[in-house]
């Protein structure tokens, strides 16, 4: 059963950092390309960031370019958000997806490319 878990959410003031991590269970991480999308209330899903199998390639959504990082171990099976300047702007339900894909170097910030999903983690940013 494939699972994908978010942790790392939380309540932090602006300007502050937060690393989110996606742990995967029942599959190979290597075989995926990672993406991070968000969720605020009232408003749809939308992409944050992806990164390649390999980790050679990421792709940000410009809201968060120069401020938010992602990346990947895959020998732990793991993915990561690292966030930081965080804004109020910010908060919303993240979520981390994988892409079954035969290419080391591909992106994508379309969410109906991704095949699994995790459940999500508040990140809630006080002004």
């Known amino acids: 059963q494939v699972q994908l878990a978010e942790s790392g959410g939380g309540l932090v003031q602006a300007g502050g950092p937060l690393r989110l991590s996606c742990a995967a269970s029942g599959l190979t991480l290597s075989l995926y390309t990672m993406g991070w999308f968000r969720q605020a209330p009232g408003k749809d899903r939308e992409f944050v960031a992806a990164i390649s199998r390999s980790g050679g390639s990421t792709l940000y959504a410009d809201s968060v370019k120069g401020r938010f990082t992602t990346s990947r171990d895959n020998a732990k099976g793991t993915a990561y958000l690292q966030m930081n300047s965080l804004k109020p702007e910010d908060t919303a339900v993240y979520y981390c997806?994988?892409?079954?894909?035969?290419?080391?170097?591909?992106?994508?910030?379309?969410?109906?490319?991704?095949?699994?999903w995790g459940q999500g983690t508040q990140v809630t940013v006080s002004s």
């Open positions: 997806a994988a892409d079954l894909t035969l290419s080391w170097s591909r992106t994508s910030d379309k969410a109906n490319e991704y095949d699994y």
